[in-house]
């Protein structure tokens, strides 16, 4: 079994930045597929970026390429959302989600991950 735990998010205003950190405990984060998610008012869940096991083959939505950064501490065992140039728009709960073994291939859909964190509330004020 894998345990995930988000942290990092909170207020921030219109161009600022977060950094969300993802640790994970049940297995080593070198050997997890992790994806950020995030859940808007009144939206459906959606993809923001993952990062594929072992390889580090990164992906990110288009509204976010540019500002946000994922990456992988294998020493702490986290997976971080560098999140700046933020907007209004980003405003969401995040969540992180991982997956062990599969495609090489950073996963996108929701269905692909099997562990899921309980969520981290970003609000950005315009």
């Known amino acids: 079994q894998v345990q995930l735990v988000e942290s990092g998010g909170g207020l921030v205003q219109a ?8 640790a994970a405990s ?12 995030r859940q808007a008012p009144g939206t459906e869940r959606a993809f ?11 992906i990110y939505i288009d509204s ?14 986290t997976v971080s959302l560098q999140m700046n140039s933020l907007k209004p728009e980003d405003t969401a709960v995040y969540y992180c989600a991982a ?24 609000t950005v004020s315009s």
């Open 48 to 58: 923001v970026a993952a990062i594929s096991r072992t390889l580090n083959s990164k």
């Open 26 to 37: 049940g297995r080593a984060v070198s050997s997890l597929a992790v994806g950020w998610f």
């Open 99 to 122: 997956r062990y073994a599969g495609s090489w291939s950073p996963p996108v859909s929701e269905v692909e991950y099997d562990y899921w964190g309980q969520g981290t509330q970003v």
């Open 64 to 77: 976010v390429k540019g500002r946000f950064a994922i990456s992988r501490d294998n020493v702490e065992n």
């Open 15 to 22: 161009g600022g930045s977060l950094r969300l950190s993802c």
